[in-house]
DNA sequence: TTCTATATTGAACGCTTTGTATATTATTAT
DNA sequence: ATAATAATATACAAAGCGTTCAATATAGAA
């Protein structure tokens, strides 16, 4: 690849990440991307179709470099993760996150639309207040309060998501029982 | 409020439901709305500010609603809430939404956004069908793979999610053994 | 019914953003 | 040194946004 092409790539992804820490993603233009990234409107748009193929593409190099790294760390020290503990993997996410290596969390802590999703959560959460002492009896653990709230919440959407998307075929009653079995 | 005012603020509504369930909410334009609706540009702005309050409006009445019916029932039948079943207030989230009374599914289940999010989660899962068998161990029960995988990932974008909103404080580990304690 | 207030309408407007086209300049790889 | 190609500035049509305004239609009260 030529040399111009990459830099040129690497400034519009960088423009578009810093743009993304600080606003939502449909309320950047392609306007603002070319003037952080200082190119012309031109050479944009010989690089990405549109803006939407920009994040795509951007999702698709970050996410493809983190996971496969963690294949690859796997391979090499294969004996850590067998042997050692069965959690190390989501603990080694949660180190690379910790580190911020690739700038993800400005991507996953900016307001990404979801509004709807927000406004669900958050009288799901209301409710959980006050069903929250009836879990807490059953397992005894130190996790905080809100900790709780927010993974009970979470957990209902995604339930619901999940059964949306698999065409809704159990009862309410069977939703409730798997609901009831992971939370 | 004036009968006209009543009449085109449920069209816009209907409309906008029903073009939500068609496409993404950024590619909705003011245009199908009142197109949809039949009524003048004008007037639909007469209405709302923007395309975006009239989301946020929507989603306030909507869960408005939703929750305050379900409060009520709470009041009037206050006894089989609170000797009946632990669970029935879950449930009865899950029968209306099975019942679709105000569209709440297809606002659900319309591809809202998130590509990043659903990039996450897609990678998240395939992790997840390696780490399956290690999860079915500790609790042994008839719920589907695809459930737990997608309670797995889900769980763990929520995680790391409540970790950023609450300033990081914790140490990889401690965030590992949250995540595990809840899965 | 009549009257007054007000909601709706359609058209027009300036503005922003989008995506494309083109002719010119600069850089690359060989 | 040269041929290929990437980047540039500029201009452009098309689409969408949000506003304005005069004309019309309707509601609710007397």
Redesign the interface.
């Given at each position: 690849m030529d040399r111009r092409q990459r830099k040129t790539r690497e400034a519009i992804f960088t423009a578009f990440i810093k743009l993304l820490s600080k606003k939502d993603?449909?309320r950047i233009t392609v306007g603002e991307i070319i003037e952080q990234a200082d190119i012309g409107r031109a050479t944009f748009y010989s690089h990405f179709e549109t803006k939407?193929f920009l994040?795509?593409e951007l999702?698709?190099e970050?996410?493809c470099h983190?996971?496969d790294a963690m294949n690859n760390e796997h391979s090499n020290h294969h004996h850590i993760f067998d042997c050692d503990a069965?959690?190390s993997?989501?603990?080694h996410?949660?180190?690379h996150?910790?580190k911020n290596d690739n700038n993800i969390?400005e991507?996953?802590?900016c307001q990404?639309?979801?509004?709807?999703?927000w406004?669900?959560k958050n009288?799901l959460q209301?409710?959980a207040v006050s069903?929250l002492p009836?879990f807490k009896n059953r397992?005894s653990?130190i996790?905080p309060d809100?900790?709780?709230i927010?993974?009970i919440a979470?957990?209902?959407v995604?339930?619901?998501?999940?059964?949306?998307?698999?065409g809704?075929k159990q009862s309410?009653?069977t939703?409730?029982e798997?609901?009831?079995?992971?939370?």
């Open positions: 993603f449909g939407d994040l795509k999702c698709e970050l996410f983190i996971f069965p959690n993997v989501f603990l996410l949660f180190q996150l910790k969390l991507l996953l802590s990404n639309n979801e509004l709807f999703l406004y669900f009288n209301k409710l069903q009836m397992k653990d996790l809100s900790f709780w927010n993974h979470s957990t209902f995604e339930t619901v998501r999940w059964w949306i998307d698999n809704m309410p009653e939703i409730t798997y609901f009831y079995s992971v939370v």
